[in-house]
């Protein structure tokens, strides 16, 4: 059984930052490859930044100079750190628990950037 919990979502200007959260239910977390992904009003869902169980951390374009992966194998959480925000990084952000047979998601939490 696979249970993800996002929290850290919220409203912030242009420039601005936040944290995101991932608190992961699930056997053997440490040897599981999580991701954080989005989507924006009508558009589909999209890739933000994958880490694997030992640390190695994958982007996308738009992410990576501004966006931060990383977990804590000990307490079952990942984390997204997203800085310089900009509009256009409005979106659903879900976080994922990648399987080989399958991706679990978590119901995902709201990033608004807006002045």
């Known amino acids: 059984q696979v249970y993800l919990v996002e929290s850290g979502g919220g409203l912030v200007q242009p420039g601005g930052s936040l944290r995101l959260s991932c608190a992961a239910h699930t056997d053997f977390f440490g040897t599981k490859t999580m991701g954080w992904y989005r989507q924006a009003p009508g558009k589909q869902r999209e890739l933000v930044a994958l880490?694997?169980?030992?640390?190695?951390?994958t982007y996308a374009d738009s992410a990576e100079t501004r966006f931060t992966i990383s977990r804590d194998n000990y307490r079952g959480m990942v984390y997204l750190r997203l800085s310089r925000l900009k509009p256009e990084d409005t979106a659903v952000y879900y976080c994922a628990l990648q399987s080989p047979t399958r991706t679990y998601w978590g119901q995902g939490t709201q990033v608004t950037v807006s002045s």
């Open positions: 880490i694997t169980g030992g640390g190695d951390t």
